[in-house]
């Protein structure tokens, strides 16, 4: 493909993302169609078809995006004793599940236990890099392993309780609630 292509085709699944996050934030996910989406992209049917299957295909796309996403802000986050880089990490997790129209109803949807499933095995993958690579000082790393995939797993829980009640609580108090369980649960057992 020449330059050209490849920059229309970047373009048009850029819309087509964007399309669907915005008519997620109208329907329910699985009320969505190949229709709802084209028309809020502004497209023809057979664009889609080069990108997608269907939307189920979209989905899966979109679930990777998400947990590639995540990855990227987990890979950023270096822990130190220090509240303030551990909160802006927090609050940035916080923001992208708040702005992410996607993740949010995945995290408050039925369809979410697939999307988890996903998540759960990457997560593993995760655990199992950092713990290869990590030397703790005063534990080991199989339970360095699972107090990262406790801390993980209740950021999560966190983050789903969060998108179910449909974001009332403050950012603000829920990466403070999430700082205060990393350092007083997991750093210890980095440090």
Same mark, same amino acid.
């Given at each position: 493909?020449s330059?050209?292509?490849?920059?229309?085709?970047?373009?048009?699944?850029e819309?087509?993302? #964007? /399309?669907?996050?915005?008519v997620?934030?109208?329907?329910e996910l699985?009320?969505?169609? @190949?229709?709802?989406v084209?028309?809020?992209?502004?497209?023809v049917r057979?664009t889609?078809?080069?990108?997608y299957?269907n939307?189920?295909?979209? @989905?899966?796309a979109?679930?990777?995006k998400?947990?590639?996403?995540?990855?990227?802000?987990?890979?950023?986050?270096?822990?130190?004793?220090?509240? #303030?880089?551990c909160?802006s990490?927090?609050l940035t997790?916080c923001?992208?599940t708040?702005?992410?129209? +996607?993740? /949010?109803?995945?995290?408050?949807? !039925?369809?979410?236990d697939? +999307?988890?499933?996903?998540?759960v095995?990457?997560?593993?993958q995760? @655990?199992?890099?950092?713990?290869?690579?990590?030397? !703790?000082?005063?534990?080991?790393?199989?339970?360095?392993?699972?107090?990262i995939?406790?801390?993980?797993?209740?950021?999560?829980? @966190?983050?789903h309780?969060?998108?179910? #009640?449909?974001?009332?609580? !403050?950012l603000?108090?829920?990466a403070?609630?999430?700082?205060?369980?990393?350092?007083s649960?997991?750093? !210890?057992?980095?440090?």
């Open positions: 493909m330059e050209i292509q490849d920059e229309r085709y970047y373009i048009a699944d819309a087509i993302c #964007d /399309a669907f996050l915005l997620l934030k109208e329907k699985d009320k969505i169609t @190949v229709s709802d084209i028309k809020r992209a502004g497209i057979s889609f078809y080069n990108h299957e939307i189920p295909a979209l @989905v899966t979109m679930e990777d998400t947990i590639n996403d995540i990855f990227s802000l987990m890979n950023t986050f270096h822990p130190k004793n220090d509240w #303030d880089i909160k990490y927090y997790i923001k992208y708040m702005t992410n129209p +996607f993740l /949010a109803n995945l995290l408050s949807s !039925p369809r979410e697939a +999307f988890f499933e996903k998540v095995t990457m997560f593993h995760y @655990v199992k890099k950092v713990t290869q690579n990590t030397a !703790p000082s005063h534990h080991n790393k199989e339970e360095l392993s699972y107090m995939a406790c801390t993980i797993g209740s950021t999560i829980g @966190v983050l309780k969060w998108a179910k #009640d449909n974001f009332q609580t !403050p603000e108090t829920i403070n609630l999430l700082t205060q369980a990393f350092i649960g997991m750093l !210890p057992y980095i440090l």
